[in-house]
């Protein structure tokens, strides 16, 4: 089964460009979660979509963050403008809806992460 | 509200000695506790996990995690270090176990050394 994957691994822009990123997640998992990390600080979480809905986007920085999962199976997070600060790595993760519990837990399972770098 | 507090931003042993990566967390709930791996140009993989059961948690790699409530840790320790343990390792809380955002702290870096 193919894990979560992220396109693309490294994004190199200007300021002030527009960035997509995109991560697929693994098959029938609605969870889906967007978490960025800058450089030497700890890993933050960005939103959390179930399905198509937003269940939480409390972690995104500002309105010049997009995220979209049209159909609910890929999302895409799109920068515009791009600011420097927003240089980091984007991960993505999925994990299985509420009937595919297991001991309470839903496993989160990470994709590579799309590497930005704004210039 | 609920944080994460990794001491050590690098950790350096010699392979076959003790591994020892500290993390404390705060949480306003009882939580969830986690250990994520992340191996050069890979994503994070889930270590071992601590929801509510049994307070020493045992994970993949021979690593292991005890819950200590009393001092708010969730240290992960291997007692002989390989070369092949040589990573990025994240402590991470969430409030519930089924669909909710994770809290990490800031890594340790293992270095492994012959």
């Known amino acids: 089964e193919a894990g979560v994957t992220q396109f693309p691994s490294h994004s190199v822009i200007e300021k002030g460009q527009t960035v997509t990123l995109r991560c697929d997640p693994i098959?029938?998992?609605?969870?889906l979660y967007w978490y960025r990390r800058v450089m030497g600080k700890e890993i933050k979480f960005l939103l959390h979509?179930?399905?198509?809905?937003?269940?939480?986007e409390s972690g995104m920085p500002n309105n010049r963050f997009l995220a979209e999962r049209t159909g609910g199976t890929y999302s895409t997070l799109k920068v515009q403008p791009a600011e420097l600060e927003d240089s980091g790595v984007y991960f993505c993760?999925?994990?299985?809806?509420?009937?595919?519990?297991?001991?309470?837990?839903?496993?989160?399972?990470f994709g590579p992460g799309t590497r930005l770098t704004v210039l | 509200a609920q944080s994460v507090t990794q001491l050590g931003s690098h950790v350096s042993v010699s392979e076959g000695a003790l591994v020892l990566l500290r993390c404390n967390y705060s949480?306003?709930?009882?939580?969830?506790l986690f250990w994520y791996v992340q191996y050069p140009n890979q994503g994070l993989q889930l270590l071992l996990k601590?929801?509510?059961?049994?307070?020493l948690v045992k994970g993949i790699n021979g690593f292991e995690a005890e819950f200590k409530k009393s001092e708010t840790s969730f240290h992960l320790t291997k007692p002989s270090a390989h070369m092949s343990d040589a990573a990025e390792y994240f402590c991470?809380?969430?409030?519930?176990?089924?669909?909710?955002?994770?809290?990490f702290g800031t890594g340790t870096r293992l270095q492994v050394m012959l």
């Open positions: 601590y929801t509510s059961a049994a307070t």
């Open positions: 993760a999925s994990s299985q809806g509420i009937t595919g519990t297991s001991g309470g837990y839903n496993e989160q399972f």
């Open positions: 991470a809380v969430s409030l519930t176990g089924t669909a909710s955002k994770l809290t």
């Open positions: 098959s029938g998992h609605d969870n």
């Open positions: 979509f179930v399905k198509e809905s937003k269940q939480d």
């Open positions: 949480s306003s709930v009882p939580p969830y």
